[in-house]
């Protein structure tokens, strides 16, 4: 079984950057597909970001794509997700999410099996 566990989530005014970590154990890092969602209040829980096993291959959703960073250390078997130029509209719960598959271009959420507990991103003035 994978286990994820988020960090790095806060407040941030408008234009402001955070980023979010995600450790993930219980599995052979490299061989997992890391991924980045989000779920904002009354709304369905979104794609973010995917990132191959290797690293090498991203994708991005189109509404981040350019503000956004995921990238990984398969040596601390951490995948990270640096979010730049902030908009309130960025605010929600953000997960991290695994799979076995070399799936990168997955952008459902039952494309991936396991998930943390997520971690609260608040943009506002």
């Known amino acids: 079984q994978v286990q994820l566990v988020e960090s790095g989530g806060g407040s941030v005014r408008p234009g402001g950057s955070l980023t979010l970590s995600c450790v993930a154990s219980?599995?052979?890092?490299?061989?997992?597909?890391m991924s980045w969602f989000r779920q904002a209040p009354g709304k369905e829980r979104e794609f973010v970001a995917a990132?191959?096993?290797?690293?090498?291959?991203?994708n991005y959703a189109r509404r981040v794509e350019g503000r956004f960073t995921i990238s990984r250390d398969n040596a601390k078997n951490t995948v990270s997700l640096q979010m730049n130029s902030l908009k309130p509209e960025d605010t929600a719960t953000y997960y991290c999410?695994?799979?076995?598959?070399?799936?990168?271009?997955?952008?459902?959420?039952?494309?991936?099996?396991?998930w943390g507990q997520g971690t609260q991103v608040t943009v506002a003035s």
């Open positions: 990132l191959s096993w290797g690293g090498a291959n991203t």
């Open positions: 219980g599995r052979t890092f490299t061989s997992l597909t």
């Open positions: 999410a695994a799979t076995d598959r070399n799936s990168y271009r997955n952008t459902l959420t039952a494309d991936y099996p396991y």
